[in-house]
C-alpha cells in the first residue's frame, strides 16, 4: 500500500488542523491506521491509530487524548487526524502508517509509511 499524507501547514496555537491520508494499492479496508510525528530534534512518536473499519477501536496518545481525533472513510480510501487546539508542543513532521491487520501504537510494527507533512504551532 502507498500512502500520501498532506494537510499540514503553519497555524496559531489554539487553532485547528485536518490532516489526510490518502492510500493506493491494496485493499486499504484490510489495514488498521496509524499516525505518528517527529518534533525537531527528537524521535518518532505514536499519535493515534484506529482499526481497519471507520467507527473501530481508537488509541491515543496521552498528549493528544480529547484534543485529536483519528477516522477514516474506507470508501474514500483516506484516513484523517482532525487537531484541534494545537499547542506549540504539537509542532512536528506527522506521517501517517498502515499495518495489517490489527491495530498498534508500535511505530516498529507499521511497514508502510507516508512521505510526512509538517505541522507548525506558533505561539
Known amino acids: 500500500v502507498q500512502l500520501q499524507a498532506s494537510g499540514g501547514g503553519l497555524v496559531q496555537a489554539g487553532g485547528s488542523l485536518r490532516l489526510s491520508c490518502g492510500a493506493s494499492?491494496?485493499?486499504?479496508?484490510?489495514?488498521?491506521m496509524g499516525w505518528f510525528r517527529q518534533p525537531p530534534g527528537k524521535g518518532r512518536e505514536f499519535v493515534a491509530a484506529?482499526?481497519?473499519?471507520?467507527?473501530?477501536?481508537?488509541y491515543y496518545a496521552d498528549s493528544v487524548k480529547d484534543r485529536f481525533t483519528i477516522s477514516r472513510d474506507n470508501a474514500k480510501n483516506t484516513v484523517y487526524l482532525q487537531m484541534n487546539s494545537l499547542k506549540p508542543e504539537d509542532t512536528a513532521v506527522y506521517y501517517c502508517?498502515?499495518?495489517?491487520?490489527?491495530?498498534?501504537?508500535?511505530?516498529?510494527?507499521?511497514?508502510?509509511w507516508g512521505q510526512g507533512t509538517l505541522v507548525t504551532v506558533s505561539s
Open positions: 484506529i482499526s481497519t473499519w471507520s467507527g473501530g477501536l481508537t
Open positions: 494499492g491494496r485493499t486499504f479496508s484490510s489495514y488498521a
Open positions: 502508517a498502515a499495518r495489517a491487520p490489527s491495530i498498534s501504537r508500535l511505530l516498529n510494527e507499521y511497514p508502510y
